[in-house]
């Protein structure tokens, strides 16, 4: 079973951050969406840091590491100079 993280820049100062991902929907007539990164134990709401996040910079990790062994998220841009590591081309 594949690790299910995502990562995000923080609302207020633009660092990333990463862990579990919240989307809380407003209601009563306000439209407007939130989404937060849970930041320490598996959903332990005894600690965890909450960061409100910007919605266009949200990936999820695809279970993948590159050679470095870096995780590799979703709209990561990697360099694939054979076939071997993505597949043929075509």
């Known amino acids: 079973m594949r690790e299910i993280k ?3 820049k923080q609302k207020d100062n633009g660092e990333w951050v ?3 991902l919240i989307h809380r929907t407003k209601y009563y007539g306000d439209d407007t969406d939130d989404y937060f990164i849970l930041e320490g134990g598996e959903f ?3 600690y965890y840091d909450e960061y409100e996040v910007i919605p266009e910079t949200v990936s999820q990790y695809t279970g993948l590491t ?3 062994g ?6 990561d841009i990697v360099n694939c100079p054979s076939e071997e590591c993505c597949g ?3």
Request: net charge neutral; no cysteine; charged share 50%.
């Open 70 to 75: 870096n995780k590799i998220l979703e709209n």
């Open 88 to 90: 043929k081309r075509g």
């Open 66 to 68: 590159d050679k470095n």
């Open 18 to 20: 990463e862990g579990n």
């Open 44 to 46: 332990d709401y005894d």
């Open 6 to 8: 995502f990562k995000a």
